[in-house]
Every structure is written in C-alpha cells, then in structure tokens.
C-alpha cells in the first residue's frame, strides 16, 4: 500500500474545513471530556451512533437535538423574563426576554438548517445542500441584530423618559438563573458544534456568550437601583443593545464568509499537500484550492509534479489512486492536474537550485513551480511561476519581481527570469519544513 493511503499522514485536524470527524478519529470520541455532565446525558440519549459524525443521520440527530434544547431553554426563559420584567417595569429585563425569544426563533431557524442541509445531492444540487447551514446561521444573525435594534429603540426612550422601576430579589434571581443556562447553551452548542463541524450551532454559541454579557448588565442595573435608587435602566439597556448588535453583526461575518468564499487555513493546506506528497512518485504540489459546499461536504483541486520521463499512464494511476483515497480517508472529492517536471537534466536541476537558494534568501515563505529553461539566442530564460504570501500587495509584488531578478543575474548574468507572480490561495503561508 502506497503511503498515505490509510490517511494517517492526511488527516486533519478538528477545525478541518469540510472533513468528517470520521477522517480524525471521529469513531474515537470522548463525550465526557471535560466533565460537561448534561452534555454527555442528552448525548447518549438522543443521538445514536453519536460518535459517527461522518454520518448524516448522525450530524442530523446532533442539529436537531442542540436545535430542541435551545427552543425549550429560550421559552421557558422568555416567560420567566417577561414575566419579572412587567412587574418590575424594567424595559432591560423585558428587552432581555424578547432576546430569548429570538434565539427561540433562531433555534428553530437552525433546525430547518440542519435538516435542509443534510438532503442528498440531487439534479440541481449535484454537490449537495451544505451550504443551507450558512444560510441558516446567516438568518440567525438577522434576528439578532433585529433585537439589537429594537432594544436600541427602547433603550433611548427610557433615557428620555425614565419610568420608576420596582426592585425585585425574584428579578435578580431568575437573571442569575438565565445567565447560568445561557453560560450552559454557549458551551454546550460550542462543543457540538466543533465536533459535527456546524456553523449554526458555533452562531448559537456566540449568541449565547452575547445574551451572557446583556443579562450582567441587566442586573447590575436592578442591583444599582436596588442598593442605590438610581435608574440607570435605559444605559444599560443601550449598552446591552450594542453588545447584541455586535454579536449579530459578528454571526453574519463568520457566516458569509464560507459563502463568498473564504482562503485555506494554513494547517489543512500542508495536510492536503502532504497527503498527496506522501505518494511515491510524487514530487511535488501547488495551487490547492478547495471549495467548500457545506461543513462535510468539500471539492478540492491540486496541482501533483510527477517525473517527465515516467511513462503518462503509470503516472496517472497513481493519480487516480490518490483520488481515490483522498475522498475515502479525508472524504474530500479531490480532483489531482498533473505537472511534468524534468528530473534528470542536471543543466535544469542546477538552475532550479540556484532559483530556490535565491528565494530562501529573500523570503523563506516565497515558491515556485512550473519551472522550465529556454535557451535563447544570447541568454537562458527561467521560466516559473511565483507564489508569494496573501500579505503582498501590488507594489510588493513588482519589488518581488525585481529583486528576484536581479539576484538570479547576479548568481548568473546569463539568466533572465519570466515569471507570474501569483498570490497563494492559503491564509497564510505554510511554513517550510
């Protein structure tokens, strides 16, 4: 078996973008880990086979039963809230539970997700409909900041007209119980989120911590008003609004950004790359660009190097067999473009050496490929194309180009590079080994 194939050195890593759990260990997991009591009950409980999160069955249990779980916490909040807010008078307390009541709706919003996401591919979505989930956590956003608004609406009423509030210890109470719930929901939704890799349940979780920080606020105004008499109700309403208004606008960011299309985190990028380089015959890769489709559903494309002097078919079946293991290890459907390279012309080995000596020094974090000597009538012509970091802007590209340039006409006077200078598709630069 060739290296590799097993995926042991392809794997990646729990914040992978698009692979099941399955490819990580996912029949490995431990509920328990971190002493999360509750968790690890509803778990077992209602999620069969919950370890086999490659599953769609499986990922569906997990997003209907997180997206269960907040409906129940979020009602029974909601009149709790709403029910001290009227007899307290404090607008902060009943903006509070009106917030609850838009995670209700987000919950359900999130269940519909989940469930639309996990349909199978059919003739009009030949990938699937992953990307439902985005779509989901995009509208949960919406309502968030929609409360936002709202509670900044009212807020600025009360600084303008402020109305006498009754303290209560039973107010003071039932938002200590709603900070520990929603504290309990952020974790738990965090948690599941991670391990089915679902960005409506991490939207759920940052709504969580937001309703966190707007619930403090809120008693400290009733303990304020309560040991002091001042009515600081409508700031602190107008402090909560921002806080919920921030954290929509943050679900809305990190969900488009899987949408619009989003660059390649810089450890699932060596991990491709080094499950497809651990095959012999292969001597190389660049230009990986993966699209994803939905948090398990992921389409990557490579360019592999294989020797120029290996006959085409042998080289292609190993190709073929990487694709093959690559959507059976890591599940991603992996389409490989091969790139012949000369390997036994020591003129070319020598000029490539001297190229990459050229670029360590300049910037460890610049590479090449597609390279090929062209003798000319008077000169040697390099021709290659230059990755350079995501970082490089224009003018730092055409500095790049120059000194890269001038310092191979320095090693050499008879060499004149032609090269494209192309940004990496990666975050950030995988750092050489």
């Given amino acids: 078996m060739p290296r590799g194939a097993d995926g042991e050195r392809g794997r990646l890593d729990e914040n992978g973008?698009?692979?099941?759990?399955?490819?990580?260990?996912?029949?490995?997991?431990?509920?328990?880990?971190?002493?999360?009591?509750?968790?690890?009950?509803?778990?077992?409980?209602?999620?069969?086979?919950?370890?086999?999160?490659?599953?769609?069955?499986?990922?569906?249990?997990?997003?209907?039963?997180?997206?269960?779980?907040?409906?129940?916490c979020n009602l029974l909040l909601f009149a709790a809230k709403l029910a001290v807010g009227l007899l307290s008078g404090s607008i902060s307390i009943m903006?509070?539970?009106?917030?609850?009541?838009?995670?209700?709706?987000?919950?359900?919003?999130?269940?519909?997700?989940?469930?639309?996401?996990?349909?199978?591919?059919?003739?009009?979505?030949?990938?699937?409909?992953?990307?439902?989930?985005?779509?989901?956590?995009?509208?949960?956003?919406?309502?968030?900041?929609?409360?936002?608004l709202e509670l900044f609406k009212s807020s600025a009423g009360?600084?303008?007209?402020?109305?006498?509030?009754?303290?209560?210890?039973?107010?003071?109470?039932?938002?200590?119980?709603?900070?520990?719930?929603?504290?309990?929901l952020a974790v738990f939704n965090r948690t599941l989120g991670r391990r089915i890799r679902s960005s409506v349940m991490a939207a759920t979780a940052a709504d969580a911590?937001?309703?966190?920080?707007?619930t403090s606020a809120t008693v400290v105004s009733i303990l304020i008003f309560g040991l002091f008499g001042v009515n600081i109700d409508g700031y602190i309403g107008l402090l909560v609004s921002m806080a919920v208004l921030l954290a929509g606008l943050g679900i809305a960011r990190d969900t488009l950004a899987p949408l619009i299309g989003e660059p390649i985190d810089a450890g699932i990028y060596?991990?491709?790359?080094?499950?497809v380089e651990s095959y012999d015959g292969i001597i190389g890769t660049h230009d990986l660009i993966v699209h994803n489709y939905g948090p398990s559903h992921s389409m990557a494309t490579i360019h592999a190097e294989v020797a120029s002097e290996v006959d085409v078919r042998e080289s292609h079946e190993i190709i073929d067999r990487i694709e093959r293991d690559c959507a059976r290890s890591l599940g991603i459907f992996l389409v490989i473009h091969m790139d012949p390279v000369e390997t036994r012309?020591?003129?070319?080995?020598?000029?490539?050496?001297?190229?990459?000596?050229v670029l360590?020094?300049?910037?460890?974090?610049?590479?090449?490929?597609?390279?090929?000597?062209?003798?000319?009538?008077?000169?040697?012509?390099?021709?290659?194309?230059?990755?350079?970091?995501?970082?490089?802007?224009?003018?730092?590209?055409?500095?790049?180009?120059?000194?890269?340039?001038?310092?191979?006409?320095?090693a050499d006077p008879r060499c004149y590079c032609v090269m494209t200078v192309?940004?990496?598709?990666?975050?950030?630069?995988?750092?050489?080994?």
């Fill in 360 to 410: 360590a020094r300049i910037d460890s974090r610049l590479t090449f490929h597609d390279f090929r000597v062209v003798d000319g009538t008077e000169r040697v012509n390099l021709i290659f194309d230059l990755v350079v970091p995501r970082d490089y802007n224009d003018a730092m590209r055409d500095t790049i180009r120059e000194k890269v340039s001038d310092q191979v006409r320095g």
């Fill in 17 to 72: 973008i698009g692979l099941p759990v399955s490819a990580v260990g996912g029949s490995r997991i431990r509920i328990n880990g971190g002493g999360f009591l509750m968790t690890d009950f509803l778990v077992r409980t209602f999620v069969k086979n919950y370890g086999q999160t490659d599953d769609a069955s499986v990922r569906t249990a997990y997003g209907v039963m997180a997206s269960v779980v907040g409906i129940c």
């Fill in 95 to 148: 903006a509070d539970a009106f917030n609850n009541l838009s995670d209700a709706a987000g919950s359900i919003v999130g269940f519909v997700g989940v469930r639309m996401a996990e349909k199978p591919a059919d003739a009009d979505h030949p990938f699937g409909h992953g990307r439902m989930e985005y779509i989901a956590a995009f509208v949960v956003s919406i309502f968030v900041i929609q409360v936002g």
């Fill in 158 to 184: 009360k600084i303008r007209r402020p109305e006498e509030l009754v303290f209560s210890w039973t107010a003071v109470a039932v938002l200590a119980l709603s900070i520990l719930v929603k504290c309990w």
């Fill in 422 to 433: 192309e940004n990496t598709y990666c975050a950030e630069s995988p750092e050489p080994e």
């Fill in 345 to 357: 012309d020591e003129r070319t080995t020598r000029y490539r050496e001297m190229l990459s000596g």
């Fill in 209 to 214: 911590m937001g309703d966190v920080a707007a």
């Fill in 270 to 275: 060596r991990k491709i790359t080094d499950f």
